[in-house]
């Protein structure tokens, strides 16, 4: 089992950024093996695909982000982390945490971003 914990949420204005962090835990957890990505949730919205990273460490981010999200990892830390830059009201939304690892999906709670115009 793997357990997912998000942080970093909160509320900004329009332009400012946040760092969100998603720190794993578990007995089994091989950290540097899963695939781990942040979707969001906004209000009445589906969710949504943000950015995914792969274990090798390759990227993709979702149209409405690219050029303003990036996605990190730090393997020695079991840490991803999601740095929003010039965030937008539209930004606002729960971002949940996501990894998967030989076919089995895994998520976070989720944190708050509220972005006020």
């Known amino acids: 089992q793997v357990q997912l914990v998000e942080s970093g949420g909160g509320l900004v204005q329009a332009g400012e950024s946040l760092r969100l962090s998603c720190a794993a835990s578990?007995?089994?957890?091989?950290?540097?093996?899963?695939?781990m990505g942040w979707y969001r949730q906004g209000p009445g919205k589906e969710r949504e695909l943000v950015a995914s990273i792969s274990s090798g460490g390759s990227t993709n981010y979702g149209d409405s982000v690219k050029g303003r999200f990036t996605i990190s990892r730090d393997n020695a830390k079991n840490t991803v982390y999601l740095q929003a830059n010039n965030l937008k009201p539209e930004d606002t939304a729960v971002y949940h945490c996501n990894a998967k690892y030989y076919g089995l999906t895994f998520w976070g709670q989720g944190t708050q971003v509220t972005v006020s115009s």
């Open positions: 578990g007995s089994t957890l091989r950290f540097n093996a899963m695939g």
